[in-house]
C-alpha cells in the first residue's frame, strides 16, 4: 500500500467528490496534493493543472520565506499528537515541497498570521472573482 497508494486513492476521491460536487463547492485538499508524483493516477496533471489554474484557488503556506517555513512546519508537524514523526523527516518533506508550492501558478497566503486575517484575505481573493465555478470536468 503505502504513500503511493495513499495518494493514487486521494486522487480517486478527489474526482469522485468532484463529479457529486455542487456548483460553486469549495474543495479543501492538503498541500501534498500538489506534489504528487505526475504518474501516480492517469487523470493526476489533470487535476493539478486545473486546481493550479482556478482564480479561486488559494495555497495556504506557513511563509514565504523557506527557513521560516520550515521551522514553522517542523514545529506544527511535531506537535500533533495524532501521528508519529520527527524533525528531520519534516525538514525534508517541508525542503522538497517548498519549491513546488512557491511555483505554483495559483494565489498563496501565509497562514502564520492570526486565522481571521489569513481568511479575510482569502476572502478579497474570492471576492474578485465572479463566480465560484471551480469545478473541472472528469
Given at each position: 500500500h503505502g504513500y503511493l497508494?495513499?495518494?493514487h486513492e486521494n486522487v480517486e476521491l478527489y474526482f469522485e467528490l468532484l463529479r457529486k460536487s455542487e456548483p460553486n463547492s469549495i474543495f479543501v485538499l492538503?498541500?501534498?496534493f500538489m506534489c504528487y508524483p505526475s504518474d501516480v493516477h492517469f487523470q493526476?496533471?489533470?487535476a493539478r493543472k486545473s486546481i493550479e489554474s482556478q482564480s479561486t484557488t488559494v495555497m495556504l503556506v506557513p511563509s514565504f520565506e523557506m527557513e521560516e517555513c520550515v521551522r514553522l512546519t517542523v514545529?506544527?508537524?511535531c506537535a500533533k499528537t495524532y501521528i508519529s514523526t520527527c524533525p528531520e523527516k519534516e525538514e525534508a518533506?517541508?525542503?522538497s515541497r517548498f519549491p513546488v508550492?512557491?511555483?505554483l501558478s495559483c494565489s498563496k497566503l501565509e497562514?502564520?498570521?492570526p486565522p481571521s486575517e489569513v481568511m479575510a484575505r482569502a476572502a478579497e481573493i474570492w471576492a474578485r472573482e465572479a463566480s465560484f465555478d471551480t469545478a473541472?470536468?472528469?
Open positions: 497508494s495513499y495518494a492538503s498541500s501534498g493526476y496533471g489533470l514545529a506544527r508537524q518533506v517541508i525542503r508550492y512557491m511555483g497562514t502564520k498570521h473541472v470536468e472528469a
